[in-house]
């Protein structure tokens, strides 16, 4: 009897050890195939895991909201540079707060360049909401937040573009 007892309490507890929705899952999902893209310069993936509605986010490095923007294969690739560098996903983490709405965050690490031809250690927080739009789960925002490096991102002059 104990021995069922046991088994019946360790299945109950393997059964709901991952309490995530299927939209969180999606979304943590979604999170790390967009870095990978960003990574390998994948335009078609960044633009598809966007809003098609446009996006609002915010940097890093100080500089005011960006207006609400949808970018598109073409803006990727003009304006990230040769060598980007290599950003990759830590301590990711989704919450599901309606239907169509998904909270998620992270911490973002890697090296980004530096304009001299050098890079530099990149570190930042980042909080962002995924909608359902159609069937897809994709980012409606993105908020930066620099951590423990200080000035993580180097302004560029695409950043205060309208």
């Known amino acids: 009897m104990r021995y069922v007892i046991l088994c019946m ?4 507890s393997l059964s709901f050890a ?3 929705t299927s939209a969180e899952q999606t979304v943590l999902a979604n ?3 967009y870095w990978v893209a960003r990574n390998t310069k994948d335009w078609e993936t960044v633009v598809a895991l966007s809003s098609a509605e446009g996006m609002y986010n915010t940097n890093s490095d ?10 598109t294969v073409e803006d990727w690739a003009r304006t990230t540079p040769g060598d980007a560098g290599t950003v990759v996903v830590h301590f990711s983490e989704a919450h599901q707060l309606n239907d169509s709405t998904v909270f998620a965050r992270y911490y973002a690490e890697g090296v980004t360049p530096d304009g001299n031809g050098n890079f530099k250690p990149y570190r930042t927080r980042v909080t962002s909401v995924w909608v359902l739009e159609g069937d897809d789960w994709v980012a409606k925002t993105m908020h930066f937040s620099s951590a423990s490096y200080g000035g993580v991102h ?3 002059a ?3 573009e309208d």
């Open 9 to 12: 309490a360790l299945f109950t």
């Open 18 to 20: 991952d309490s995530h």
């Open 31 to 33: 999170i790390d195939a």
């Open 62 to 71: 100080g500089s005011f909201h960006k207006p609400v923007g949808t970018a």
């Open 154 to 156: 180097q302004t560029q």
């Open 158 to 160: 695409t950043d205060f």
